[in-house]
């Protein structure tokens, strides 16, 4: 069974910056694309950025410039760092792991972590 634990969410000032971190249970990790999406309350889930096992992404319209996803194999574990962050970015991050290579379309989960950005 795969397992997805994020960490690094938290409180974060307006224009900080983060770097959430997710850590895959199989080495399956290195065969599957990798994802971030996010859940502000009263909305739905979004994409925020996906990585390819080549390393190619792609970046929500919403966090472009100001995001980066990256991934790092032999740790199994994907990252998305963020700067400048506004109020709007306010949500549940969630990690994911996708059906192949390079889909955008995700399989598994993980728990989620709360980012909070004052104002």
């Known amino acids: 069974q795969v397992q997805l634990v994020e960490s690094g969410g938290g409180l974060v000032q307006l224009g900080g910056s983060l770097r959430l971190s997710c850590a895959a249970s199989?080495?399956?990790?290195?065969?599957?694309?990798m994802g971030w999406y996010r859940q502000a309350p009263g909305k739905q889930r979004e994409l925020v950025a996906y990585?390819?096992?080549?390393?190619?992404?792609n970046d929500a319209d919403s966090v472009k410039g100001r995001c980066t996803i990256s991934r790092d194999n032999p740790k199994n574990t994907v990252y998305l760092e963020m700067n400048s962050l506004k109020p709007e970015d306010t949500a549940v991050y969630y990690c994911?792991?996708?059906?192949?290579?390079?889909?955008?379309?995700?399989?598994?989960w993980g728990q989620g972590t709360q980012v909070t950005v004052s104002s």
């Open positions: 994911s792991m996708h059906t192949s290579r390079n889909s955008r379309d995700p399989r598994y």
């Open positions: 990585i390819t096992t080549g390393g190619g992404t």
């Open positions: 199989t080495n399956i990790f290195r065969i599957n694309a």
